[in-house]
């Protein structure tokens, strides 16, 4: 059954999510009650108030991200997106090689990567593009996600791969284990490091990057979230580096980078 919710704890709950996570979700009041009406028993309460109360005095991580899995949705897949990896193997890569033949070192990150198809997935178009070579490069890509349940499928690597997967590429980067699930091959597993993030925190790694991958993920921020999000991946990226978002996503126009092709973006 979907409980009510009052205002004031509605306006507790969304602020607070908001400002720690940077999801907004002041206009979707409904979405809010029916995906989470039936975690208040699961966390022993019998009122949204009291499920609030306890959220916020407690602010127990695992609860927390229960709450996150319900409202977002960690929906990802193979090869999502295309013309992204074809830019990124035709343009991209060809350029970073030539820039880093001295060091061998790549610094690409998929920020909100959910359940890993997507680092995957550039690891397969690096390892492809490569070829022979590719032993000699230290081409591990930073993948990171809020949800340690997503982490959790990811860091298994096994999936329902899907059709568009190039037949090569099913033979050569998975093997089947039952049915119609493949496990990703240890080689594509071992070049992706998972770790836990939330992009609303200061970006303080030890590189800066060449290439950030991060489509879907701010469909939930509002503007003046998007805005300084971006701004601090725009600082964490080399100069000439690439941002990627989602074709259904976009920058503002005072965005400081530059379009270099659809939802692709270039730091000058």
């Given at each position: ?148 349940k997503a982490l959790a ?5 096994i999936y329902e791969v ?107």
């Amino acid at each position: 059954m979907i409980q009510t919710i009052s205002d004031e704890d509605f306006r507790k709950l969304t602020n607070f999510i908001k400002s720690q996570y940077g999801i907004t979700l002041e206009a979707k009041r409904q979405l809010v009650t029916s995906r989470l009406s039936s975690l208040l028993a699961e966390q022993g309460c019998n009122d949204f108030s009291q499920f609030v109360t306890q959220l916020l005095k407690e602010r127990d991580p695992q609860k927390i991200e229960q709450v996150l899995n319900r409202l977002t949705t960690n929906y990802t897949f193979f090869m999502r997106e295309t013309e992204h990896f074809d830019f990124f193997t035709k343009v991209i890569l060809p350029e970073l090689v030539r820039k880093h033949q001295r060091n061998k070192v790549l610094a690409i990150w998929s920020a909100g990567c959910s359940s890993g198809e997507e680092p995957y997935n550039l690891s397969m178009y690096i390892k492809d593009y490569l070829g022979m070579q590719a032993g000699q490069w230290d081409t591990r890509i930073l993948a990171t996600d809020i949800s340690q349940k997503a982490l959790a499928t990811a860091k298994k690597g096994i999936y329902e791969v899907p059709n568009t997967v190039p037949e090569a590429w099913r033979r050569k980067y998975f093997k089947k284990v039952e049915g119609s699930r493949y496990a990703v091959s240890p080689e594509i597993r071992n070049n992706v490091i998972f770790q836990t993030f939330n992009l609303m925190d200061p970006i303080k790694f030890k590189l800066k990057f060449d290439v950030i991958f991060c489509r879907n993920v701010m469909i939930y921020f509002d503007q003046p979230t998007k805005d300084a999000l971006v701004r601090r991946f725009y600082d964490a990226t080399v100069p000439g580096g690439y941002l990627m978002i989602s074709h259904s996503e976009n920058l503002s126009k005072d965005a400081p980078y530059v379009t270099v092709a659809p939802s692709t973006f270039q730091k000058k």
